[in-house]
């Protein structure tokens, strides 16, 4: 896999399908949806992780992969800057270029699916949903149940 793809793990997969299907958004705006969640999460990605157990079920899933330019677009350094000040407000570490996609930006986007999901869970509703996105409520405090390591994505 190269640097400019990325994919999700089996557990983002499921979310995403779901949230793309019950709110009839690509999934490419339901990825960049949950960029901005995660990014609005005041805690560090390094807090984020997987668990073995929260796969379960989902091993009929094949996991989405997606081109760089298909999530970012035009606006690739927008995003990139977005990343890296998140992580220096945060932990005040600076990231590599090799960490960035593979590692950040892929944490962020699995952590933004993890809080999106459990939004879309509490209201059951397409409507009341994207009112909830729009009125900037934050359902989980910063916590995350999924946790998962960048060190793993380092080079």
Known sequence: ????????????TKELDH???RLDLRPNIVCRLAI???LSIKVSIKEYQRTKEEEIGADD???KEFNRFTLTGEEDALYKI???QH???CNKVKISENQYYLGYFR????????SLYFEYQRVNSPVQFLRSLIEGVDVTNGKISRQA???EYEE
């Open 61 to 63: 899933v094949i996991p």
């Open 87 to 89: 992580e220096y407000n």
């Open 19 to 21: 949230l793309s299907a």
């Open 149 to 151: 390591s960048v060190e």
């Open 1 to 12: 896999m190269s640097s400019n793809k990325l994919q999700l793990s089996k557990l983002a």
């Open 36 to 38: 901005g969640r995660s």
């Open 82 to 84: 977005l990343v890296y």
């Open 107 to 114: 944490l962020h986007l699995e952590r933004g699916l993890d």
